[in-house]
Nanobody
């Protein structure tokens, strides 16, 4: 099994920056892709960014050019650098790790609030 622990959320003013971290533990050798989704209460989860073990990235249209995902395979950690934050970026951000064997693992989520 894989466990994920997210950190780095909080309150930031519009135009500000935050960096989210997601550390994986357990059977990390099974992890293939990792990524971030975001979700509002009662809404579906939307892709923010994803990265494969080899470093291929994908971004949601609304964050392209502002957010950057990166991954440290040695630390089993994925990061999401969020710049030029807007109020509409206010969501719970969830980390996900895809597995070579079995279902994906989700983190507990971290709140990001962009407000003046």
């Amino acid at each position: 099994q894989v466990q994920l622990v997210e950190s780095g959320g909080g309150l930031v003013q519009p135009g500000g920056s935050l960096r989210l971290s997601c550390a994986a533990s357990g059977d990390t050798f099974l992890i293939t892709g990792m990524g971030w989704f975001r979700q509002a209460p009662g809404k579906q989860r939307d892709l923010v960014a994803s990265i494969t073990r080899s470093g291929i990235t994908q971004y949601g249209d609304s964050v392209k050019g502002r957010f950057t995902i990166s991954r440290d395979n040695a630390k089993n950690t994925v990061y999401l650098q969020m710049n030029s934050l807007k109020p509409e970026d206010t969501f719970v951000y969830l980390c996900v790790a895809d597995s070579a064997s079995g279902p994906s693992t989700w983190g507990q989520g971290t709140q990001v609030t962009v407000s003046s």
